[in-house]
C-alpha cells in the first residue's frame, strides 16, 4: 500500500512539473538591442564579436572604419569604397600597415551568443591573417524610422480625427534620444523608446490628463495598450507597421 501511495506521488509531483519544452517557448525574447550611441555617432555598419571581444563600424559621414580588438589588432583608417555584391553581401577590402584587411558583412539571421540579440548579418574580418567572426547589423532602416509618423489604420480599420483637437494619433521618433513624443489623438504623450531592425519597444509612456470623452477615451486606452508590449515592425515608403505574431496591430504614414 505505502509503494502505492510513494507512486502516485511521484506521478502527481511530475503532472505538475512543467515540461521543460513548454518553459522555453515562454521564454520572452530579449529586448531591441540599443543603437542610440552609434546613430548618434553617425555610423552605419556596427558588428561585433566575442572570443576575442571586439567590433567594428563604418561612419560614411565621417568617411572612416574602426575597428577595436584586443592587442595590436586595433585600427582606424579611411573607408574604402564598400563592394555590394548581388546577392546582398557587403564588402571591403582594405591596405593595411604590413598586410591586408578583408571585411564581409553576409545576410543571414546572427544569434550574439553573449547578449543573444539577433542581427541580419554575419561577419567575416581577416585582418593580416588574424580570424574575427560575428554578428553585424545596417542602421540604416533606423535612421529611416526616426521621423514622425501619423496613425491611419488600427487594427485593420482606418482610424479618423478625434479627441477635442480632432487630431489623428501621432508618434514622433528620436532613437538617438531614446524618446518618442507625440498624442493619442487626444492627450499629449512622451516616453522612452528602443528599436533595432527586428522589434520596437515604448515605454514607459506618461500622457497629458485631458479628459478624452466617448470614444476618443475608450480609443486611447486600447492604443496605449498596444503599445505597451515589444512589437515587430516593417517600414518602406514612407509607411511604418507595427505587428504582433505577424498579424498587423497598427499603420501609420510619414508626415510630409
Known amino acids: ?24 517557448m515562454l521564454t520572452p525574447a530579449p529586448p ?34 574602426r575597428f577595436k580588438a584586443p592587442g595590436k589588432d586595433s585600427l582606424e583608417i579611411t ?36 547578449t543573444g540579440y539577433r542581427l ?18 545596417s542602421l540604416r532602416q533606423l535612421t529611416t524610422l526616426q521621423d514622425i509618423w501619423v496613425l491611419t489604420e488600427f487594427q485593420g480599420k482606418p482610424v479618423s480625427a478625434g479627441g477635442p483637437r480632432n487630431e489623428l494619433p501621432r508618434l514622433e521618433i528620436s532613437l538617438t534620444e531614446g524618446r518618442v513624443t507625440g498624442t493619442t489623438g487626444c492627450n499629449q504623450l512622451s516616453g522612452e523608446i528602443t528599436a533595432d531592425t527586428h522589434q520596437i ?31 515587430t515592425y516593417q517600414i518602406g515608403q514612407g509607411k511604418l507597421m507595427m505587428l504582433r505574431s505577424g498579424t498587423s496591430i497598427m499603420a501609420f504614414k510619414k508626415v510630409d
Open 120 to 137: 541580419d548579418y554575419r561577419v567575416e574580418i581577416d585582418l593580416r591573417g588574424k580570424n574575427y567572426v560575428g554578428c553585424g547589423v
Open 201 to 231: 519597444l515604448f515605454g514607459p509612456l506618461i500622457t497629458t490628463k485631458m479628459a478624452c470623452m466617448g470614444t476618443a477615451g475608450e480609443f486611447e486606452k486600447t492604443f496605449l495598450n498596444a503599445l505597451a508590449t515589444p512589437l
Open 32 to 65: 531591441p538591442a540599443d543603437y542610440s550611441q552609434y546613430l548618434k555617432s553617425g555610423d552605419e555598419l556596427v558588428a561585433f564579436g566575442n572570443d576575442p571581444a571586439w567590433t567594428l563600424t563604418v561612419n560614411p559621414s565621417k568617411g572612416t572604419l
Open 1 to 24: 500500500m505505502r509503494t502505492i501511495l510513494f507512486g502516485l506521488l511521484l506521478l502527481t509531483a511530475a503532472c505538475r512539473r512543467p515540461s521543460t519544452r513548454f518553459a522555453s
Open 79 to 114: 573607408a574604402p569604397e564598400r563592394q555590394n555584391d548581388s546577392d546582398g553581401v557587403l564588402r571591403y577590402n582594405i591596405p593595411v600597415d604590413a598586410g591586408h584587411m578583408n571585411v564581409l558583412f553576409r545576410p543571414d539571421s546572427c544569434v550574439d551568443k553573449k
